[in-house]
């Protein structure tokens, strides 16, 4: 093995290492306080990750551990996508309320995420941090792991162990058979009681003996006939609050003795002081009982030495949570509980335990760190050989440089974007988000002039469609030559600024009304979600809402309409992933853009063919088909027309439309096998599929991306509305 050393200085051990991990970082993991400062800038981790950069061979493992390096797995992944990289946490991690109180939370589980596989002692710590994932930052946890846009960072419990035949052999030592002797001869045949711990506040040493001196009160018969041997190696002397720890379990200590000790003897041994493997492995041979109450722990591997230096006794018991069922478990918090077990272990039968010890000692010979480390590393292996599977079902990412190339060398460009969540600024992702401002689209300010460019080149024809109202389309683009497709394409606006509608004038929506009091009623029962009530659709959305409860809420509200008011109805139900939308039936942004596509060609009297496609969006999977009508390679979707149930006059469906768009529907002709079906109309001209395939000349790539969803049916994928800026600033360029 080749040990690389990471140096760092005074001031960075002050800040880094005792100022943020042991003073912030340490104390809330173990819930013992809130975080009062955010020392994140302190928190050296990059230097780590330059040191593994400059060493690194391909192939490699990196295995980063514990809370000083939670950034670690995303500095690296940065570098190198494909690096292997795992996470293990040898400390508690706290419940999501507590974790919540770091000031730097979402960062730092966000770049814990980054890794393949990320470990933690027990079931209980991995629960919790899948539920600040979701809590936080609004992630799915699945039976595996953590899911986040098609991409799965296992979690999972890996319980460490100990080197057991170290200490089965050090106990056959002469020397330390010598050392047991002495010590049973010293003892004089009382039954021992050991306790090994750090002096820390999460060791419960003051509860230890608070316990045993109520054990001494209730059995006063035991009080010359045991022994508590308490080895409490200082720890953070420095630190006012050991300091404190010290001065009250001393206190304790000759409480104790000054109560039940004697001239001669005294029931509790206590020494301030570490000791060397061999006496201990004799301490852990001659003791009875290990008492082991921690208050909170990572993995306490006290009962593990303990049992592996009883393999010559036929006796005994243990206590620790780790060892299950040969164990007798423990509130350490409740005196009397841990005093009455103290007593039971004392008074075993010889029978149960030796069974006790035969079930712990085949646990620990058998979960060994060797094997710990080997079972993690393997899983490892496996997580990534099943991500790899996974990324070859998710669509690579857009090469931002060759599709702005064959734009410029195209002559008749058509682009078709997205509003939210494409062209708008992200959602704040820990939650904390300003719920009134970002209910509120507007297009993303450095989009404006781009925008305006794209718009005004004659050679290209921009559409935006989105499930959103026209009056919100109509505030955001109003000044734009652009195309608009409100409602997912129900609704649509041409460059000369005119509203028309794009669907039948057979359009049902009497059930809007029968819904309305449903969805209010699941926004008052569910805190910071909305419902909104749009001409042809209704949508109920918890994304500001606690991730679990408003996931239940949906649940409930999807159960609700599947068997309550709309089951007959000729609707669609559409499940986003923190919405719920119910919409007319047949309505999807494919069926939009089939309509829209056929005026633009009339409108613009186009001669020569659609040379160059860019469609972008955050769309459901629902809305994907718009997807399928240039890429003859996607599987067909939901782009064919659907029919609908009743029809009814489109003034008295949508009565704000304007009495333009009302004349200009009257003269509108339908181009569809039914009255009933919701389809595209095309004003005073048919244009079939035949005829629109013949306009568009794609012989090259067109790029049809999905921003922010690895779960897709696009070509390409975009990460978020900064990369689209970043596009369209360029195409504009």
Not at 74 to 99: A, D, I, M
Not at 186 to 211: Q, S
Not at 310 to 325: P, R, T
Not at 404 to 411: A, I
Request: glycine share 6%; proline share 4%.
């Amino acid at each position: 093995m080749r040990c690389v050393p990471v140096f760092l200085d005074e001031d960075l051990v002050r800040l880094y290492y005792n100022g943020y991990c042991n003073n912030i970082m340490w104390p809330l993991f173990h819930s013992r306080g809130l975080a009062q400062d955010d020392g994140l800038d302190a928190y050296a981790n990059q230097m780590f990750a330059d040191v593994i950069e400059e060493n690194y061979q391909q192939g490699d493992v990196v295995w980063c551990h514990d809370y000083h390096l939670m950034f670690l797995p995303s500095l690296l992944k940065e570098k190198r996508p494909n690096t292997r990289v795992g996470w293990f946490l040898h400390t508690p991690f706290p419940s999501s309320e507590t974790y919540r109180t770091m000031p730097s939370r979402s960062q730092l589980i966000t770049a814990v995420l980054a890794a393949d596989l990320v470990g933690f002692h027990t079931y209980d710590y991995a629960r919790n941090f899948m539920s600040a994932c979701t809590h936080i930052l609004g992630l799915e946890g699945t039976l595996v792991g953590v899911q986040d846009q098609g991409r799965v960072t296992r979690i999972a419990a890996y319980p460490i162990g100990i080197d057991s035949h170290r200490f089965v052999q050090t106990v056959q030592l002469l020397e330390v058979q010598d050392r047991i002797k002495e010590l049973e001869g010293g003892f004089g045949g009382k039954k021992v009681i050991l306790g090994v711990d750090r002096l820390d506040v999460i060791k419960g040493i003051p509860e230890k003996l608070l316990a045993f001196e109520k054990f001494l009160k209730d059995n006063p018969n035991w009080c010359d006939k045991v022994v508590l041997v308490q080895i409490a190696v200082p720890t953070r002397t420095e630190v006012p609050m050991y300091k404190k720890l010290a001065r009250h379990v001393h206190e304790i200590v000759g409480q104790i003795n000054g109560r039940f000790g004697k001239l001669t003897s005294v029931p509790v041994h206590f020494l301030d002081q570490s000791l060397d493997f061999n006496t201990l492995c004799a301490l852990y041979a001659v003791a009875d009982v290990a008492l082991i109450t921690s208050v909170m722990d990572g993995m306490n591997l006290v009962s593990y030495e303990f049992v592996a230096c009883q393999a010559s006794k036929k006796g005994f018991v243990g206590a620790a949570q780790s060892l299950g069922a040969g164990a007798i478990l423990v509130n350490p918090w409740n005196i009397t509980d841990v005093a009455s077990s103290i007593l039971y272990a004392l008074d075993m039968p010889s029978e149960e335990r030796e069974k006790r010890h035969n079930h712990n000692f085949m646990h620990v010979i058998t979960h060994t760190c060797q094997k710990w480390a080997e079972t993690f590393l393997s899983e490892l292996d496996d997580t990534v050989a099943e991500a790899q599977l996974r990324t070859k079902q998710i669509p690579p990412q857009l090469q931002t440089e060759l599709a702005v190339d064959r734009y410029r060398c195209s002559s008749n460009r058509m682009i078709i974007l997205g509003f939210n969540e494409t062209l708008t600024k992200p959602v704040n992702a820990d939650g904390m988000a300003d719920q009134v401002k970002q209910t509120e689209l507007n297009l993303h300010p450095e989009l404006e002039q781009p925008l305006k460019r794209l718009c005004d080149d004659p050679t290209s024809t921009v559409v935006i469609i989105s499930g959103s109202q026209r009056c919100v389309l109509e505030k955001n683009f109003e000044d734009y030559n652009v195309w608009l497709a409100a409602e997912h394409g129900v609704f649509i606006r041409t460059t000369d600024k005119n509203w028309s509608q794009n669907l039948t004038n057979n359009i049902h929506t009497d059930w809007i009304a029968s819904l309305k009091h449903v969805f209010e009623y699941f926004t008052t029962r569910t805190p910071r979600s909305y419902c909104e009530l749009r001409e042809t659709s209704i949508v109920w959305s918890y994304k500001y809402s606690d991730f679990e409860f408003g996931r239940r809420q949906a649940n409930d509200l999807l159960n609700h309409l599947r068997n309550g008011p709309i089951s007959n109805a000729s609707v669609d139900i559409v499940q986003g992933e923190r919405s719920v939308e119910v919409r007319v039936n047949g309505v999807s942004k494919g069926v939009g853009i089939h309509g829209i596509l056929g005026q633009v060609i009339r409108d613009k009297d186009m001669k020569l063919p659609i040379d160059y496609v860019l469609c972008v969006g955050h769309f459901l999977p629902k809305d994907e088909d718009i997807y399928t009508l240039f890429d003859l390679e996607l599987p067909a979707t939901t782009a064919a027309p659907t029919h609908s149930s009743l029809g009814s006059p489109i003034d008295k469906q949508f009565p704000n439309r304007s009495e333009e768009e009302t004349k200009a529907d009257d003269h509108s002709g339908i181009a569809s096998d039914s009255d009933n079906s919701c389809c595209p109309v095309n004003r005073n001209m048919t244009i079939n599929a035949s005829n629109m395939t013949s306009m568009l000349d794609l012989q090259g790539d067109n790029y049809l991306c999905a921003v922010g969803r690895q779960q897709s049916t696009a070509k390409y994928l975009l990460n978020s509305s900064a990369d689209v800026v970043a596009l369209l600033k360029k195409l504009a360029a």
